[in-house]
């Protein structure tokens, strides 16, 4: 493909805002599928993994291309959560320009200027496209207004702040130069399609700049894999060209690099790069070049600047590394990826129900499997923490749920210490992650709101109404944000709509977090009886029904009061030839149990309390599952912070 007719662009917008239904026109229109094919009648076409489409949410970055008359038009989808902002750092660098999609109603969020400040960071032209203009509380004058002053905050220079401003309605495949006539909260009562913002894209956004005739130079931006061709390496090749069957090297910037799998080649070369400041990481050939035709990809034989290609034959794993050929090994910087916020920890599951419910259950298998995440996904960063354990650090309690999920569903078993927010050291003195926080919830809840916020010690940034839905916009500490989309959810039958995004560190003032009361615990192995559960239930609420499997130091439910309280919960009704009185206990007397959700059981957890993950279970407990060791624990702690304090 010529360079001049090639556009790489990428879809940006915060989660929900209509990213992904709007590339659903972009394929359905531009004629990938005939009309008979069943893709045509699919929504969320790109979102293949299983709990893309679950929750709804792109997670993974994907790219497609499109003909539009003698134009390739490479389309980046990225993730719209805040918590997968690393796959929208490591795919931006692939785009020439951006489309911006923007919520009529719910305007500018949190990751809305996330994405729009990495795109002016890498000088991307933006398009902007207000989406969902048909909905009944759509504000479109205020909508763009917002975008206006956020371009203004982060605009670096003035061609930044003239920007083309299409209005769309998605799911109807529609989009228009100006805002339609008409009732447009009738569905199909305007005529559209997608071809205006084509023609803009094609008219507006560069082609890609390098210099065709220069030595090849490609980032990789991404990984894929194929159980005939092996590992793809991904990315938009910045300079030159390169042939199925040439010989390259991969570098990067001289930075700490393992390369111990790597001794027996070319150690002349190795030399040489060195000395030039840069690292090898791999030489090879080159086996095969694709590229995408839709949504598949096509075996090329040359691949030429700006292209967006998939190269095989080297297994590196190395996200960031530059392909260069062997007489110009320069690497690109790289990729500059935002720190994560917070931590968990995951070890081999070693309660006495281990090994009886997955598939993989032992340390090996556990580590091998995060040694293949640490590879592929660098929005993650993953460390072994000895004794088979690793600590694992993402953005929020999603992208951590997400890995986690995945696992138990591949059939592995482990357990889960407490998350743990990450702390900055500045010249001695500790400042942690600080988020801006928008929360949408029915005008009712306004109360219930502000109580729990302030409670939290959350500051107030803003509050205004829109029909009868009020946003409020807060500043709070990530440390006491964790656990609050689930109360809120609880307590707005829910109807909140909670967003959040890292945009500053402050300093760390030592308070603790959101406080929480004692559990309930097992004291005896068995199965959960009715009879028992019922005498529990008066102490609080139940984490688990009759016929659960139950062991020792397994948490079963939430205290009424601050403390522990130690329950026998498999204790069976004494038989006797009495009927039963009416106040005895009948397994329907049981109230409902509190679901254990991953999201709700990760920032459930205390310091002295584990999450145990299976394929079929997820179950609570303490780490020491004795009453005595954990009195002991608890001493040992005292004596430690007395001695401490005296010296």
Known sequence: MIQEKIRNIAIIAHVDHGKTTLVDAFIKQSK?????????QKTQILDSNELEREKGITILAKNISITY???????????????????????????????????????????????????????????????????????????????????????????????????????????????PEGNLNIPNSTKGNIQPLLKKIISYIPYPKGDTNGPFQMQISSLDHDKYFG????????????????????????????????????????????EEKFLKVKTGTIARIFVRNGLKYQEVNTAETGDIVALTGIESTEIGATVCTKDNPVPLPLIKITPPSVKIKIEPNTSPLAGKEGKFVTAKQLEERLDHEKSVNIGLKIEKSGGGSYHVSGRGELQLSILIETMRREGYEFQIRKPEVIMQNRKGKYYEPLEKLYIDAPEKYLGTITKELNERDAKMEDMEKESEVVRFV??????????????????????????????????????????????????????????????????????????????????????????????????????????????????????????????????????????????????????????????????????????????
Not at 594 to 616: K, R
Request: proline fraction near 2%.
């Open 231 to 274: 590992r793809y390496l991904i990315g938009k090749v910045n300079r030159g060209k390169l042939k199925a069957g040439e010989s390259v090297v991969i570098v990067k910037p001289d930075e700490t690099v393992d390369i111990s799998d790597d001794k027996q080649n070319n150690i002349d070369l190795k030399r040489e790069i060195k």
């Open 32 to 40: 990938l599928f005939r009309d008979n094919e069943r893709e045509m």
């Open 474 to 647: 807060y500043k709070i500490v990530t440390r006491k944000l964790l656990g609050l989309r689930s109360e809120l959810l609880a307590q707005t039958r829910g109807t909140a709509v909670l967003n959040s995004l890292v945009f500053d560190y402050v300093r760390y003032d030592g308070s603790k977090g959101a406080k929480r009361n004692g559990v309930l615990i097992a004291y005896d192995d068995g199965v959960a009886s009715g009879y028992s559960l019922n005498t529990t239930q008066e102490r609080g609420d139940l984490f688990i029904k009759a016929g659960e499997k139950v062991y020792e130091g397994m948490i079963v439910g939430i205290s009424k009061f601050d403390k522990d309280i130690d329950m026998n919960v498999t204790k069976e009704r004494h038989k006797s030839a009495f009927r039963l009185k009416h106040d005895e206990i009948t397994q329907t007397s049981l109230k409902q149990v509190i679901p254990l959700t991953l999201e709700y059981a990760l920032v459930f957890l205390e310091n002295d309390e584990m999450l145990e993950v299976t394929p079929l279970n997820l179950r609570l407990r303490k780490i020491y599952l004795k009453k005595v060791e954990r009195i002991w624990s608890k001493r040992k702690k005292l004596s430690d912070l007395a001695k401490k304090s005296m010296g």
């Open 69 to 179: 008359k003698d134009y390739k038009i490479n389309i980046i989808d990225t993730p719209g959560h805040a918590d997968f902002g690393g796959e929208v750092e490591r795919t931006l660098n692939m785009a020439d320009g951006c489309i911006l999609v923007v919520d009529a109603q719910e305007g500018v969020m949190p990751q809305t200027e996330f994405v729009l400040k990495k795109a002016f960071e890498l000088n991307l032209l933006p398009i902007v496209v207000i989406n969902k203009i048909d909905k009944k509380n759509a504000n479109i004058k205020r909508t763009l207004n917002k975008i206006n002053d956020m371009f203004l905050s982060f605009a670096s220079h003035e061609s930044q702040l003239d920007f083309p401003v299409f209005y769309a309605i998605g799911r109807e495949g529609k989009v228009f130069e100006s805002i």
